[in-house]
């Protein structure tokens, strides 16, 4: 894949971001409809609130290339090394969107779209990238009740956040990406069901090459949630006859947190990229892992045509893990 270069003005940005954050300014909020960033790409944070029909990013015939991460917000140390490998990363690979998988900030979300803790661990990290991040929500997040509502809010004004709704979708490229609200599902709640008939509805009516869908919780993984406490029972009982009926080609988690890729089920890969910043967590079985670490880290997808690839990235900048695949290959099912 190739892409035309960007200028480097990230290190730049990010001095004068630090220097205003040690100063104790804030700069002043104002709402933000529509972000220039990269070239070709289109920000569609504002078209989610209101659009008819799923906003595309960049065209149908064009290639695309994203970030993926979650169970970031601690404002840790390692949080900042794997913002720093992700700023060096799209500096000498061009990316033109990002989304979270959840758990966004440590412990209890955030009490408003204007608390002080947006700068210090999201603008300051992730703005000079210059590029719109597309969020979901995770356990964490709702343990403040302000914190979804707030996130929500911040879209409106941050140029490299969006939160716009709960559950929402997008093209970008040959892909079509769902992003969900995974809480409520886990929950047991009754709302869940009409985010769930919404994700069928969108995913019947999906014309895209590949479809993919993310959120916070996973359906299958070998850290801590997949030994000794268990799959996540509602997520493979409501969510994963979705997946695999509608032919969905991968599902982006978060909440364990390390890196990890799964032999499919149902045609469906999972992949689990928790390994934002919080504390990691030791891996609890191998059972059906096609490769995973207890590692800091982000992923990175790219889609061409029929071929989407998949890279693991470490704090440290090394790719841990890399694999690719063509449109119509017949993964092997292991959970069968």
Known sequence: MTYPERPRRALLLLAAILAACENGYEPPLSPSQEVQGPAGVTDVCAALESSAAPPSVKPPGQEVRFFAFGDFG??????????????????????????????????????????????????????????????????????????????????????????SRRFYTYTAGPAQLFALDTVPIENGEASAERQLGWL???????????????GHHPVYTVGEHGGRAGYLPRLREKLLPILKEQRVDVYLAGHEHDLEILKPDGGV???????????????ESNRCQAWAASAYGFTVLEAAGEELSLKFVGADGRRLYEVSWRKGWPPPDCLR
């Open 74 to 163: 601690s404002g840790s140390s390692h949080q900042m090394r794997v913002a720093a490998a992700m700023r060096q990363y799209a500096a000498d690979h061009p990316v033109d969107f990002g989304i979270t998988l959840g758990d966004n900030f440590y412990p209890s979300g955030l009490a408003s779209p204007t608390d002080r803790r947006w700068i210090r661990r999201w603008e300051i990290p992730y703005g000079p990238l210059g590029i719109r991040f597309y969020a979901t929500l995770g356990n964490h997040d709702y343990r403040n009740s302000a914190s979804p509502a707030g996130e929500m809010e911040r879209s409106r004004y941050s140029r490299s956040w969006c939160l």
């Open 200 to 214: 069928r509805q969108a995913l019947q009516q999906s014309r895209a090459t590949w479809k993919i869908v993310y």
């Open 269 to 283: 890969v999972f992949v689990i990229s928790g390994g934002g910043g919080k504390d990691l967590r030791p891996l």
